[in-house]
């Protein structure tokens, strides 16, 4: 999976990195052929569109990492932007079992790898969680299909069982009887394997529809095909409008795909991806980690893990700059102007004020002063209408100076005089704190 699109990258990569300098034209050159280079793998047109745009303003907002080539960074904005699509960092990909027994159920088209995907789930339930495991298919109109079942749970071991098979019951009544099992069996986790067709029925949606309401399934899970591409997506759409389905489980990951479902799957459907499904064997099946399958799509760990390093090394020597200005009593209008921008970056108050004990109450006086982003970039903008003496000496900045600034930065004298008390309110809590020994703490912090 993703051969091709890894290869499409390297090549425009490797022509990112070989330049010194990147121009503006540059960026869009590349962003225009990472744009073919997804459509071309496959990926929803739309899921495109919002990653590329994505991608650029953080291109063009992003503070510029000197000890980096411009072209290493443009990879770590593809590669957040690739973890992001794919949902993100800390995406929930841990399923929820807590009240035994906890019902899951297995829903998708036929060949989707529904049945082996249940079989892999209750084996690594079993092995890793411990847990005692119940396996129920629905599917009465393939006994193939109950029986593999079966075979399945014998393969898993002593605390993986299936329900008997009784002739002639009706899925909803399978179900009941499941459950039923499930609590005097003493069993964690009920899977509940329903039935599948070659493509989207009614009468199928129906009939999940009507388990998922008798059996409250804690997590409802859609299994599908990573090979067949964009039917997938509109598969698990249309199982999403009627199902309340938890998360999602990509098979035949290990398979020759473009990969464009898997890559479009969380941007379309909003729900989780949580396994992939990566070969026939019952041990064929990854937790799903956004991180790992950027990283595997873009080859470029190395540039990925240089450029984290070196955008904390620059964050360390800010925040050690600042505390040496602490430690000094000195805080100035740029240290301001410093703490506005990376408010604005972090979206909202925060930043090393917010995590500054004893800095409370200047986070409070800034919170007072109703710092919504539009304050923020005005104050920013009264800061940068300032001479660089003013900056540094705030005490300068007599009636008509203040005059020149507001008119500078479109605002209003006011509006500057409320800044300058705000710095002055925060200048003195960073002296008091300094008095009362805090110092120690904000010392740590900046290590
Ligand atoms: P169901 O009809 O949805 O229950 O599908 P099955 O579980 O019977 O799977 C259909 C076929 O796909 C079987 O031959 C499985 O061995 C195969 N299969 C399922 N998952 C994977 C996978 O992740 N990788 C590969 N290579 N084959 C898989």
Redesign the pocket.
Known sequence: MFDALSERLGGIFDNLTGRGALSDKDVSEALREIRVALLEADVALPVVKDFIAKVKTRAVGEEVIRSVKPGQQVIKIVYDGLVDMLGGEDADTSLRIDSPPAVVMMA???????????GKLAKRLSEKGRKKVLLASLDVRRPA?ME?LAILADQCGDSVSSLPIIQGQLPADIARRALNAAKIGGYDVLFL?TA?RTSIDEQMMTEAAEIAEIAQPQETLL?ADALTGQDAVETARRFHERLPLTGLVL?????DGRGGAALSMRAVTGLPIKF?????KLD??DTFDAQRVAGRILGQGDIVSLVEKASEQMDAAKAERMAEKMRKGIFDLNDLAEQLKQMQQMGGLGGLMGMLPGARKAKQAMEAANLDDNVLKRQEAIISSMTKAERAKPALLNASRRKRIAAGSGTTVQDVNKLLKMHQQMAGMMKKMRTKGGMKNMLGMAQ
């Open positions: 998708g088209l036929q060949g989707s790898g529904k049945t082996t995907t249940t299909a593999q394997d599948g299994v098979t035949r990951m290990d398979g992939l499904g990566v070969g026939e064929g099946l």
